[in-house]
């Protein structure tokens, strides 16, 4: 049980970044010469929230590098 909780826990957390990244993050990551189409977006949704602790990290770097 306490490992089905933790999971919950973990795409929870996953979703809200994943989210958040897809409408405000991408724009950091990526370089300014790619724009994200609305449907790549979508796209990036399920990945995002799998690797939510990478994603979370190389959006932080972006932020601090610029």
Same mark, same amino acid.
């Given at each position: 049980?306490i490992?089905? $909780? =933790?999971?919950a826990l $973990?795409v =929870?957390? *996953?979703v +809200? !970044?994943? +989210? &958040?990244f +897809?409408?405000? *993050?991408? @724009?950091?990551?990526l /370089?300014? &010469?790619?724009p994200? %189409?609305? =449907?790549?977006? !979508?796209?990036f949704?399920? =990945?995002?929230?799998?690797?939510? /602790?990478y994603?979370l @990290?190389?959006?932080?770097? &972006?932020?601090? &590098? %610029?």
């Amino acid at each position: 049980m306490i490992l089905l $909780y =933790g999971l919950a826990l $973990y795409v =929870g957390i *996953g979703v +809200v !970044i994943a +989210v &958040a990244f +897809v409408t405000v *993050g991408l @724009s950091w990551v990526l /370089p300014p &010469a790619m724009p994200a %189409s609305v =449907g790549a977006r !979508i796209l990036f949704i399920p =990945g995002a929230t799998a690797l939510w /602790p990478y994603v979370l @990290s190389r959006w932080l770097r &972006a932020r601090q &590098a %610029s």
